[in-house]
Every structure is written in C-alpha cells, then in structure tokens.
C-alpha cells in the first residue's frame, strides 16, 4: 500500500535538529575542523591533514594514559560488578531494612563529583585527614601525594564508593523481578545455595548486569573530575588518566590540533568498546 | 516413600493470629497413606496451596507437626525432605536445555550419569518431549515449559511425595487429558504418594482415589468420589461436588418428619431435636418433578439439555433448586412439584450433616 507522502512533516523533525545540532553536531565538527588543521591563534589555520592523529596515536605520553586507563577500567570493574551483586544479594527484600538499605545506597550517588573528590582529598591527608592520619597514627606508610600505588588506591576506593551502589541498586531491581516460585523450585530440586545462583539469579540478572557494566565501563573510562581534584594526576603522572592528559594537552598547553585528533580517537574508541560490548552481550542472550 | 501424618496442624501468615479469620489453615489432623492417589479439592484461597507448602517445606507451620512415617520432619527444610512438587506456573531454568532442566534434580543428588540418561529418557518419553531434548528451554511455550516442570517432579524416583499444585491451569485441554491420564499411570506404576490440589472436581475425581475436600481452612471431608458423592458430610461438599450441586433448604426437622417450603414430608430416619440452623440436602440426582399435590411446590425457570440427560432448574421458596431427568424421561407438562427421595435426603445442622446412625440412638 503506498503511504501518504507528506513533505511538510519534516517541519516538525525541524525544531530537534536544530537543537540537537547546536548541542552536538556543530560542537563535534569544531573539535573534527581544529583536528586536521593547525592554527596559532588570531584565526589563522593551516592545513594540516592527518598529522595530529598520527602524532596521537604514535605519542608514548597518549599510550600512557591509554594504559592507565583502560587499567583502571578493569580494577573498577572487577571489583564494583562482584561486589555490587553481592550487596544486592544480601540486602533485604521487604520491610523497613529494605528502604533503609535503598535510601543508603542511594546517598553517595546523589552527590556531586567535585565533592566526591573534595572530600577524598580531605579524608586521605595525612595532617587533617581521618583516614590519612589514622593510617599513619597506626603506623602504615600512607600519602597518595608521594606514592603513586598510595594515590591509586585512594582513587580506586573512592570510586568504588562512589559508584558500587549503581550497580548494586541496579542488581537488586533485577533480583526482586524474580518470582518466589523460582526459589520453591529449586528448593524442591535440592539445588545448591550456589547453583540458585547460578542458574536462576545471575540468568535472571544479566539484562540489568549488561546495564551496569557499559554505564561503569563509559563512566569510569571517561573518568575526570575525582582524580583531578584528588591527585591533579599525580604524582607525577601516575593517576593521569585520558581525559586528565586530553584537558592539560587543550587548555594547557593549547595544542588545540592534536588536542581535537586526541578527542575524536577517544570518543571512537568509547563508542567502539561499548558497541562491541553491548553486541557481544545480548548475542550471548539470544543464545543462551 | 512413606506414610505422612499431619497431627494438630495449623498455620496463619500473621505473627499473633486472633479470631478464626487469621488462621489460613485451621487446626486438622490427616493421614496421607504410602502410596495414595490423593486429590485435595476446593475453591481458591481455602489453604490447599498452604496445605502443599507446609508437607513440602517451603512453609513452616504455626502449630503442630508433619510426620514422614515415624520422623518428625515439621522442622526440617524442603531440601531434606525429598518431596517433589511441580508448581501451577511453569518453572524452567531458562539457560539449560530440555534435557539438563530434567536432569537437574537428579545431578543434585549425584546420581551417576548412566542412570540419570535412562530417567531422563524415560520421562521425556511420558511427557512427549524426546525430540526437544536439546534445545534450550528459554523460548518454548508455556504449555512446554510446564511439560518440563512436570517432568522434573516426576524425574526422581525415590521421593516420599510428589505435590501437584494445580499443574495443568496453562496447559490445553486436549493435552490435560493425556498428562493427567499419564499422571495415572505413573501412579499404577511406581506407586508414588501423589497429592493433587484442584479446584476442578472433574480433574480431582478422575485422578485420585481418594478426594480431600477443603473449605475455608479446613478439611470438610475426605473419602472416595463415591462416598463424597454419597453423602457430603458439609453442605459445601454438596455444593462443590457434583454438577449442578446438592440442592440445600432451610428446613424444620422433628422427628423422622420434615418441614420445608411449608410441605411437611417424612425423612429415612429419626433426628432429636437440632439446634443451629437446620437445613436439609438432596443431590438432583434423587428428585422427581411431579405435577399435582405431592412434593414441595416448584417453579420451573428452564431446561438444559446436556446430551446424556437434562438439567431442569428453578426454584423452591425462593431458593435454587436444581432436578436431574435421566434421559428418555418425560418432563410433566405442568411440572410444579418436587419429590424428594427420603433415603438420600441429608439433615444438616449449621451446615456439618448429622449422622443418622447417632441420630437415631440419640433421638
């Protein structure tokens, strides 16, 4: 059947486009203009063709901070998603405790980044702090200022703080889906605490589990404000990750070309990761 | 396999139960023998699903104990219990296949594999699923899905019970038939105790030898479809048992004499004097419809004719009133009495039936 072809109605599309080009698209080809040319200023730019995107993917500082990140993606993972579930599995089902529990996960996602790392900073000081100054009351060598492995903890714990509930509360939705004849069931077919796990809470669980990973795996890979305020990305440049080198390379440096090739290849590289990722878990699904 | 008693046994959801109404179950005392077909039959929310759970383990009861022949089991969990029950919505563990969801229970117990291809066999044969062993079980339809459930209740074979909880609810009628008679011949077979919770007396009657009436937290009656049908022993299993149900009047009862829709006519037996609210009960089975004098004045509202004998309804005082016509039997004209047969007129006070032989000596 041939449809009504109607030309005006893309009038009404109009009104998103133009928004979602202000907001996106115009910024995005500003950063994709300033990659492939080089200017110093006074708005006067050269031609500069793929240069900055081979100098970035060729520069040893770029591949730095691409390790550490992708190093601290994985520690951050491994810990919040394990340890998420686990909260999950042991918080209460119904009843007072179970809102309580849910108001007290909920806490340290309600505040801001900034202040997440205002207050790590000031919790980990070895003079004022109450962690810094416990640890060295108690006799532990502990100064995330000097010592780079001192200065990952700190910011490995406090995004773990900061961010376990996410997946906690998310697994915890997914667990309270699953209806009691479930759990009968198994008891019934004397299957293990372990394979009612196995077989009933983790399959029942992985929509919002393929939730929480990608939205910790975006975040985290794009991690910024914490570190900066806690450590500056340092010392040295032990906690200076990809988006902590990228804002030194642009506004501190002002090297605004390979700066815009530096964003672009992280941004595809975001988007890859989370593409493949997202592809590969719900194939998983399909055929499980 | 063994014998299950339950002695004094009761149960409430509420932490401090008070009047009547906070006990789902009232205090009962039941003997499942070895190796009994049972159904336990009643309208929704009259405690047979709590009854289930509390033999199975997944509740434990406020009061009083369950035993598995001479074990008191009342504390121990589901999982030590050895009991099988198969739920009224399928459940499947939906990353197995087929065959590992019916091997499941098996693999628990560590039986040896050998043996547990062979049940896995066998039971896949019985519920017709041989061909779709394979496949993975999320994505079957619901009907599948509860065949596998029913699979896995009947897959191990050294349990002490296997529990039925209204299995049969999504499944089609055409294959309710043939897994009930499967679940029949089951039984004949390996004499498993089976409990069948119901609420339709068709499945009930057709399955078990042995039907356990359930009304309001308590068990009514227990005994043979014949006996349940013979004489209900509470005006409920007339009611539920039986299609249309016992007829049921308020009546007036002195003596071997009765008075209903003001008729006076005579009983079977002799009664002493009742207290409570009497009323009488006669299957439509055992009424005639009369036209004349005799009998209790009838208005005839309409006829259904249901193939094998015809259903007339209406209504005496005021009440329903329903009379069976066997096939090849004239309805009269004027049909505006009923006679009621006196030897399977039933006396009921607040609603348990007296028993004519304690009447009689007592009367």
């Given at each position: 059947m041939d449809k009504p072809v109607n030309n005006r109605a893309w009038l009404l599309v109009l009104p998103v486009l133009i928004l979602v080009a202000f907001s996106a698209v115009l910024p995005l080809m500003t950063v994709v203009n300033y990659s492939v040319q080089d200017t110093f200023g006074g708005n006067q730019f050269f031609w500069a063709g793929l240069e900055w995107f081979e100098e970035t993917l060729s520069s040893d500082r770029v591949r730095a901070a691409l390790g550490r990140q992708i190093m601290f993606s994985a520690i951050i993972l491994a810990i919040e998603i394990p340890l998420g579930i686990f909260i999950a599995l042991n918080m209460p089902k119904r009843g007072f405790w179970a809102s309580f529990c849910l108001v007290l996960m909920a806490l340290p996602l309600l505040i801001p980044w900034n202040v997440v790392g205002t207050i790590w900073q000031v919790f980990g000081r070895v003079d004022i702090g109450l962690l810094g100054h416990t640890l060295k009351a108690m006799g532990i060598d502990y100064n995330y200022v000097n010592d780079a492995v001192d200065a990952w903890i700190t910011i490995v714990v406090m995004d773990v703080w900061h961010w376990t509930s996410l997946v906690a509360l998310l697994c915890y939705a997914g667990l309270q889906s699953i209806p009691d004849a479930y759990y009968q069931a198994a008891r019934i077919d004397q299957a293990s605490r372990w394979k009612v796990f196995r077989y009933i809470e983790l399959p029942k669980m992985q929509g919002v589990l393929l939730i929480a990973v990608l939205l910790r795996f975006m975040d985290s890979f794009m991690i910024y404000t914490e570190p900066f305020v806690v450590t500056g990305g340092g010392p040295g440049n032990a906690t200076t990750f990809l988006s902590i080198d990228l804002v030194k390379m642009a506004v501190g440096q002002f090297d605004l070309g390979p700066a815009a090739a530096f964003s672009l290849i992280y941004f595809l590289v975001i988007l890859l990761v989370s593409f493949v990722f997202y592809t590969a878990m719900t194939k998983e699904g399909e055929t499980l | 396999m063994v014998k299950i008693t339950l002695e004094n046994l009761a149960h409430s959801y509420l932490p401090h139960p008070k009047g009547d109404d906070d006990w789902a179950l009232k205090p009962m005392n039941l003997t499942w023998e070895d190796g009994g077909a049972y159904a336990l039959l009643?309208?929704?929310?009259?405690?047979k699903s709590t009854l289930l759970n509390i033999i199975s383990g997944l509740l434990v009861p406020s009061q009083g104990r369950i035993l598995f022949g001479d074990r008191?089991?009342?504390?121990?969990p589901t999982m030590e219990r050895n009991i099988a029950q198969v739920f009224q919505f399928p459940v499947v563990y939906d990353t197995m296949s087929v065959r590992e969801n019916l091997a499941f229970p098996l693999k628990n117990r560590g039986l040896p594999a050998v043996q547990i291809a062979q049940r896995i066999d066998e039971v896949a044969k019985m519920i017709g699923m041989t061909e779709v062993l394979d496949r993975r079980a999320r994505g079957l339809t619901a009907d599948a899905k509860q065949k596998i459930s029913l699979g896995r209740g009947m897959v191990?074979?050294?349990?002490?019970a296997i529990l039925f909880d209204e299995p049969l609810t999504v499944i089609d009628p055409h294959m309710k038939w043939e897994l009930r008679t499967q679940l029949k011949d089951l039984h004949r077979r390996f004499g498993h105790t089976m409990i069948y919770v119901t609420h339709d007396q068709t499945e009930a009657l057709t399955f078990a030898d042995q039907v356990v009436v359930m009304y309001d937290g308590r068990v009514v009656q227990s005994g043979t479809p014949q006996a349940l049908f013979d004489a209900p022993e509470h005006t409920f299993v007339g009611y539920f048992i039986g299609s249309p149900g016992m007829n049921v009047l308020d009546a007036r009862v002195d003596g071997s004499m009765a008075r209903a829709a003001d008729m006076l006519f005579a009983l079977a037996h002799r009664y002493p004097a009742l207290s409570g609210n009497v009323q009488i009960g006669v299957r439509p089975e055992f009424v005639r419809l009369g036209a004349g004098d005799d009998g209790l004045p009838f208005a005839l509202e309409r006829v259904e004719d249901v193939g094998h004998h015809r259903i007339v309804r209406g209504r005496v005082a005021g009440a329903p009133f329903n009379v069976i016509v066997p096939e090849g039997q004239p309805i009269p004209e004027r049909a505006d009495r009923v006679i009621l047969d006196p030897a399977h007129t039933h006396v009921y006070a607040d609603e348990w039936r007296v028993d004519p032989a304690t009447a009689e000596r007592a009367a």
């Open positions: - | 009643g309208s929704s929310g009259c405690g008191d089991v009342t504390a121990l191990r074979q050294d349990v002490n």
